[in-house]
């Protein structure tokens, strides 16, 4: 087992990493937290149900008094709409500041909880329970929280950080192969900008980590999680060196876009977009040809990326209104090494033409 601490600027939290965590989340929580009136599980009715019983009983055991909320699976719920129901529920249960809310879930509860736990009576106290890969080695680490408009994804939010998060590995028996494997698309990720004894492990034990198998999915999630903890410790607020995490995820988002967020998960058109970055890299002579392969060739170790139908034009164009352009130039972060990025802030559409129309034939 492993305990990573966080220490931002705005907060200082641990993240444990272990099996057979979920029953020991409440008397780990409570010494943290000044009073707790009670206890708000925020989770959908799949999670609450596999997962649920053991954090519920936790509190109830201390004699806390435990609410469990519920909201349906699936990025369409992670709205405005959403949280406003659920912050009348608070009210309608009495809720106070000395509630201690928990996000049992993936990225889109955890994103939404922690919004919740910002703006409820202006910020109570919350954990972070993730159950997918993704939010464990991601989205619960780093005090991003909020949620989507119609306009664009995460528009709304703030930056407001957990108490603890408690990474439970044992919730990850029941996920998807699909998401698990999407997931490490972000752990390639970690290793590709900064960690390349992480890297190099995952291509010693691709099969394997793919597989779930714990003895060498842990270090990857450990390692993924200090990688984060890392950059976040350094730039909370985005300024500055945290823009490294958005390696892939220009091109990505605009392929989410492009797909009407519904054919490809997250990880997966990050896997894509990592591979755009890579083509790049490689025309500005930036990345020789055989680490370009090793990148792509861990890519697909996590696949199979699905297909989707996309014009280049189309993507490049949705990539210049990325909410991360800045003064009408495009910026990269494209890998010179395994382990290190440039930020490359000149990238023209034409260059990005090329470089997409490169990753689509691929
Ligand atoms: P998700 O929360 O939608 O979960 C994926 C699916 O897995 C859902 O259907 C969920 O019900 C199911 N699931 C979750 N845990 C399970 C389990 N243990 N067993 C069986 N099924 C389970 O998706 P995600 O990939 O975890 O998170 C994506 C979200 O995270 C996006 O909204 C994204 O914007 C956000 N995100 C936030 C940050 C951040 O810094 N805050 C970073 C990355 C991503
Ligand atoms: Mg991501």
């Known amino acids: 087992m492993s305990d990573i601490r966080v220490e931002a600027a705005s907060a200082s939290y641990t993240v444990h990493v272990d099996r057979n965590l979920l029953a020991s989340i409440a008397e780990r929580t409570a010494p943290l937290a000044r009073k707790i009136s009670q206890v708000f599980i925020v989770t959908s009715p799949e999670i609450d149900r596999l997962w649920g019983a053991p954090v519920r009983n936790g509190f109830e055991t201390l004699g806390k008094r435990v609410t469990t909320l519920l909201i349906p699976a699936g990025e369409s719920h992670k709205r405005m709409t959403t949280i406003e129901r659920l912050l009348e529920e608070l009210a309608q249960h009495g809720a106070d ?11 889109v509860l955890g994103d939404m909880t922690g919004f919740l736990a910002a703006i409820w009576m202006r910020g109570v106290p919350f954990i972070q329970v993730p159950t997918t890969l993704l939010s464990q080695v991601d989205s619960s680490v780093g005090g991003k929280t909020g949620a989507n408009l119609a306009a664009g994804k995460n528009l709304v939010g703030a930056f407001y950080h957990p108490l603890a998060v408690f990474a439970d590995l044992d919730t990850l028996s029941t996920l998807p192969p699909r998401e698990l494997r999407a997931g490490l698309q972000e752990s390639v990720k970690a290793g590709v900008i900064r960690y390349p004894q ?32 890392e950059v976040v410790e350094a730039d909370e607020r985005e300024s500055g060196l945290r823009m490294i995490l958005n390696f892939g995820h220009t091109v990505g988002h605009a392929i989410e876009a492009a797909t009407g967020y519904k054919q490809l998960l997250h990880g997966e058109a990050i896997g894509w977009g990592m591979i755009a970055a890579v083509r790049l890299a490689q025309s500005r002579n930036l990345l020789d040809e055989a680490t370009a392969t090793r990148i792509t060739k861990l890519v697909h170790a996590f696949g199979p990326l699905p297909p989707f139908e996309a014009e280049a034009q189309h993507l490049v164009t949705l990539t210049g209104s990325d909410k991360k352009k800045r003064s009408g130039t495009l910026s990269f972060i494209l890998p010179t090494s395994i382990g290190t990025v440039d930020i490359v802030r000149d990238v023209t559409e034409a260059e990005l033409l090329t470089a997409v129309e490169t990753m689509l034939a691929e």
């Open 198 to 229: 992480l890297f190099a492990f995952m291509e010693q034990n691709a099969e394997a980590i793919r597989n779930g198998e714990l003895s060498v999915l842990q270090p990857v999630i450990e390692d993924s999680i200090r990688m984060k903890a």
């Open 97 to 107: 500041r000395d509630t201690l809310l928990v996000a049992l879930g993936g990225g």
